[in-house]
């Protein structure tokens, strides 16, 4: 079993940045892909943006030029980067992780908040 753990999310105003961190409790090697959601009330849960163990990215085009993922392999630990934040990037913002070695499986975090106000 892997733990992954969200923090840095709160309260911003329109136009700023956020920096969200995802602690797994192991190594990130088997993680082939580790990515970030979303999920705003009353909305489903949506990718925001992906990263695998070959270092390609992927970002969903509501965030493709203000948001960066990278993953820290000797903390264990995924980032996302927020800058030039809208109101409509409030939400639980969610990390999740595919590992095919060590513990093989997908596992979810609880979530962290994340609330931009205009």
């Known amino acids: 079993q892997v733990q992954l753990v969200e923090s840095g999310g709160g309260s911003v105003q329109a136009g700023g940045s956020l920096r969200l961190s995802c602690s797994a409790s192991?190594?990130?090697?088997?993680?082939?892909?580790m990515a970030w959601y979303r999920q705003a009330p009353g909305k489903q849960r949506e990718l925001v943006a992906s990263?695998?163990?070959?270092?390609?990215?992927h970002y969903a085009d509501f965030v493709k030029g203000r948001f960066t993922v990278a993953r820290v392999y000797l903390k264990n630990t995924l980032n996302l980067q927020m800058n030039s934040l809208k109101p409509e990037d409030t939400g639980t913002y969610y990390c999740?992780?595919?590992?095919?070695?060590?513990?093989?499986?997908?596992?979810w975090g609880r979530g962290t908040q994340v609330t931009v106000s205009s």
């Open positions: 192991g190594t990130l090697i088997g993680a082939k892909t």
């Open positions: 990263i695998t163990n070959s270092d390609l990215r």
């Open positions: 999740h992780a595919q590992y095919i070695a060590g513990p093989v499986g997908n596992y």
